[in-house]
């Protein structure tokens, strides 16, 4: 009941402003709702693409062999791990057919991999790097959206609330009367603009700082994973040259 009561003056409050607060009451709920969606949209995002990840690192810890990872890999879905592999895979393939002819790397006993110049392994990882950045702008997507939606809605509210009070004062000079029956319509027209702007902020605010760190979570995990890599293949061409 205290619901329906809270929603009923809410929506008579709002029909009772003015021109102005509505456009700034309208613009705020237009914010909040896109604002929801982008949460549920990248929390679903992140979540998979965490899911996705442990699967890929679970593949690549029992493999024997890049070159398993890679055939392997075309069963799983997409991650950022496999995002990272597949860049480093692919330049490090590219190395090994212009050095002897082969585009099999093999993470054991395979000569083709002692051919490859010590040199060349800085191209896998930036090849890598190139990768983890791309996914990293991908994962960081509409952040901005709500980064900009916590920092300016309150102000938005604000502009609202001083119109209304502004308005409110009008009314009070204009009837020459300073009963609670005139003054209260104006500040109630006033203080739902920020009550609105501080509604649509706050889990802007708390689901950015939530995703940001996530998303340097899913960063660190790739910059490790590709030092891991590196660090292999270092190690192979060291014991096979």
């Known amino acids: 009941v205290s619901t329906a009561a809270g929603g009923s003056l809410l929506a008579d409050t709002f029909l009772q402003a003015g021109p102005v607060v509505k456009l700034v009451l309208l613009l705020l709920i237009m ?3 896109a604002c929801w969606g982008i ?3 990248k929390y679903l995002m992140l979540r998979r693409a965490h899911d996705n990840s442990q699967e890929f690192s679970d593949l690549f810890s029992k493999a024997s062999s890049l070159m398993e990872v890679y055939h392997a890999s075309k069963n799983i879905p997409s991650s950022p791990l496999l995002d990272v592999f597949e860049a480093g895979y692919r ?10 002819g082969s585009a099999s790397p093999q ?3 395979d000569t083709s991999v002692a051919s490859l110049k010590m040199g060349g392994v800085d191209n896998v990882g930036r090849a890598m790097q190139k990768a983890k950045s791309r996914v990293t702008t991908h994962l960081e997507k ?3 959206f709500l980064a900009t939606t916590g920092s300016t809605a309150p102000f938005i509210g604000l502009f609202g609330t001083v119109w209304g009070i502004m308005n409110a004062f009008r009314s009070i000079g204009a009837t020459g009367s300073a009963n609670l029956a005139t003054v209260a319509p104006g500040i109630a027209e006033a203080l739902i603009a920020t009550a609105v702007g501080l509604f649509a902020a706050i889990p802007a605010v708390v689901a950015y700082n939530f995703f940001l760190h996530r998303v340097r979570v899913v960063t660190k995990d790739m910059e490790n994973f590709s030092t891991d890599l590196i660090n292999s293949i270092e190690r192979h061409l060291r014991k096979t040259s």
């Open 39 to 41: 949460i549920v949209y």
């Open 31 to 33: 914010l909040s709702i």
């Open 142 to 144: 509409y952040l901005t």
């Open 91 to 100: 330049e490090l393939s590219r190395l090994l057919a212009s050095t002897s």
């Open 107 to 109: 993470t054991g006993g």
